[in-house]
């Protein structure tokens, strides 16, 4: 017998090894989850209704079936109803929308914010570059900052109306989940699901004023600025024209 037919011998009792002890670990794994349903119901985030049928599903090994005299817990029957589980599903889908309308508000707030600070930084640009009217290298020094501004200003304008739309079926999601929670009986889950829509348009409605309230003056800033340097250039074509006469 050569190397090459005792590597392969030995590759395939490695391999059926392996294949043996993945076995025994897979069996004793669903041994473990079907004499606990909780813990069916942990892993799958759903009642107690679906993680028996869940438990139940997974087929024990032979041998263990022979062996074992153990007993499956007795079931409560009022939790396989239709209608616990529908209310169970409801107050899932509730959860999930309530955390799709919490993290799109907490995104909008934010970038609101920002658009907000992006103009203030721009008038306070602006006043600077008034300032300096007569230094032309500072002038230009500033003119290049305020580009830059003005483009993160239009970064975030445009995350915002993406955010914006965003939060609209957000709302809608929400809104729907709380209808089908009233109609499923889950009363507390469409209670919770009003207040935080509720929540929500309070919040960004303030971060809305603020961001308005920041751009009505960045548009009176603009006109300030655009009135002072028409100023300062009549005086200096002023002052131009008094040099030429002399």
Known sequence: MNANCVRRIILNAAKQYSNIKAGQMITQSARNIT??????????????????????????????SKTSTSK?????????THTSIIKNATSLTVNAAS?????????LIETLQDYAKEM??????????????????????????????RGEIETKRLQVEQLESMLHFAVK?????????????????????????QQAEMQVESARKIAKNALENLTEKQKHSIEATAKHEKEKQKQQTQKDDD
């Open 99 to 107: 955390t799709l309308l919490s993290q799109t508000t907490l995104a």
């Open 173 to 197: 999601v929400m809104e729907s989940t709380m209808q089908a929670a009233f109609q499923s009986g889950c009363d507390a889950a469409a209670i919770l699901a009003s207040e935080r829509i």
């Open 120 to 149: 203030y930084t721009l008038m306070s640009l602006m006043d600077h570059q008034i300032m300096m009217l007569a230094n032309e290298f500072e002038q230009e020094k500033v003119g290049m900052l305020m580009i830059e501004v």
């Open 72 to 80: 499956l817990p007795d079931i409560d029957a009022s939790s396989l």
């Open 35 to 64: 004499r606990c349903p909780s813990t069916v119901s942990r892993i799958l985030g759903i009642g107690s209704g679906i993680s028996i049928y869940a438990a139940l599903a997974v087929k024990p090994d032979e041998s263990e």
